[in-house]
T-cell receptor, first 109, second 114 residues
């Protein structure tokens, strides 16, 4: 059974600092890995999807890397802003999505 | 713009009631999913469907059933609600393409069972 872990569970940084969020998974036989953002009381918004054959994906200030052999992915958010405050979820697709518990980020103005 | 809608944002029900949660997507997606989200546990898959009238159990199907009579609609049913089913319920859909299956999520239904 796929186990997905996100560390840290919570993170607080001053505005402008770069954010590094970590995700690890136990079974490397995956189709892809996805990062989502969730605002309080809301649904999930897809940020980036990395196929198993890819090493990284970029969208604006966001960059996600994937090391399938070691079972790790990292989401980098450059020059953080208060609007980046949210919970970030990592999900691994190995036929179905398995989610981590998330990292809750607070960016202080 | 893609859209997944859920029938209610908040619901309060009593123990033993039958509860219906409805989800509709307008993207002609083949795949639809029901998750529940609890603090510290993340999202857990309850049921999913890859086609009309087709359903498969996820990780935590006990106490739930589903119905998919039309492609755009996927219903989650709690036959006899219990307090441990108090949770946030999220519906999602995705297209059946080759490997890239971004899931689109609805806004969620927060269910309280008293």
């Amino acid at each position: 059974k796929q186990e997905v872990t996100q560390i840290p569970a919570a993170l607080s940084v001053p505005e402008g600092e770069n954010l590094v969020l970590n995700c690890s998974f136990t079974d490397s036989a995956i189709y892809n890995l996805q990062w989502f953002r969730q605002d309080p009381g809301k649904g999930l918004t897809s940020l980036l999807l990395i196929q198993s054959s890819q090493r990284e994906q970029t969208s604006g200030r966001l960059n996600a890397s994937l090391d399938k052999s070691s079972g790790r992915s990292t989401l980098y958010i450059a020059a953080s802003q208060p609007g980046d405050s949210a919970t970030y979820l990592c999900a691994v697709n190995d036929y179905k999505l398995s989610f981590g518990a998330g990292t809750t980020v607070t960016v202080r103005a | 713009d893609v859209k997944v809608t859920q029938s209610s944002r908040y619901l309060v029900k009593r123990t033993g009631e039958k509860v219906f949660l409805e989800c509709v997507q307008d993207m002609d997606h083949e795949n639809m999913f029901w998750y529940r989200q609890d603090p510290g546990l993340g999202l857990r898959l309850i049921y999913f469907s890859y086609d009309v009238k087709m359903k498969e159990k996820g990780d935590i199907p006990e106490g739930y059933s589903v119905s998919r009579e039309k492609k755009e609609r996927f219903s989650l049913i709690l036959e006899s609600a219990s307090t441990n089913q108090t949770s946030m319920y999220l519906c999602a859909s995705s297209s059946r393409t080759g490997g890239e299956e971004t899931q689109y999520f609805g806004p969620g239904t927060r269910l309280l069972v008293l």
